[in-house]
C-alpha cells in the first residue's frame, strides 16, 4: 500500500514537473541567449552556462555559476566519492551524452532546488541550480537545459567535449 501511494506520488510530482517545465519553456524560447560551455580537465565535468553568468570556486572547490544580478541563482557542480551519497532507485534522466543520472525537484522549500546525480563507478557528479522559490518558474527552463547539457568523462575514455560553439539557444 505503502509503495503504491509513493508511487503516485511520484507520478503526480512528474506530470506537474512536466506541465510547469513546458510553461516555462515558452519564455526561454521568446529570450536567445548564447551558452559557454566550461571543462574542467580535473574533475571530468562539463556544462553550458549563459554567457553573461560568473563562474566562481567554493571552499570545497566545487563550481558555482551564477547571475551577475544575484548569487541566488545558482548552478554548483561537484563530484564525491562517498558511497553512501549514490542515489537509489530507477534513473530518471537521459542527459544529451545519453548519460542516465537521478533528477529531483525540491520546490516547498527555500532555496527551490532542480538537483541530477551521475554515478561513474564509486563517483556521484552532481550538478544542483538552486533559487529563491517564487523565482524557481522563472530560472527553470534553463536549469533544465543546463541538467541535460552537463557531461562527465566517458567510462572509455575518450575525451570530453571541449568547447560548444558560442550559437543561440532559444
Known sequence: MLRKRNG????IAMVLWAFLL?????????TERIWIRYSDPVSGQSLVYPNDWVVTSDAN???????PA???????????ANPEALPTG????????????WL??????????????LVRGSLTYTFEASTDRDR??????YFYYMASQYT?????????????????VP
Open 152 to 168: 562527465v568523462k566517458p567510462v572509455d575514455g575518450s575525451p570530453l567535449p571541449n568547447q560548444l560553439p558560442n550559437r543561440s
Open 90 to 101: 530507477t534513473p530518471n534522466f537521459l542527459t544529451a551524452q545519453r548519460d542516465t543520472g
Open 8 to 11: 503516485a506520488k511520484a507520478l
Open 104 to 117: 529531483t525537484l525540491q520546490t516547498a522549500q527555500q532555496p527551490s532546488t532542480l538537483t541530477l546525480r
Open 70 to 80: 544575484s548569487v541566488n541563482v545558482q548552478v554548483r557542480i561537484g563530484v564525491t
Open 136 to 141: 524557481f518558474n522563472e530560472f527553470l527552463p
Open 22 to 30: 513546458t510553461a516555462s519553456c515558452t519564455r526561454m524560447q521568446q
Open 61 to 67: 572547490g566545487d563550481k558555482v555559476f551564477h547571475t
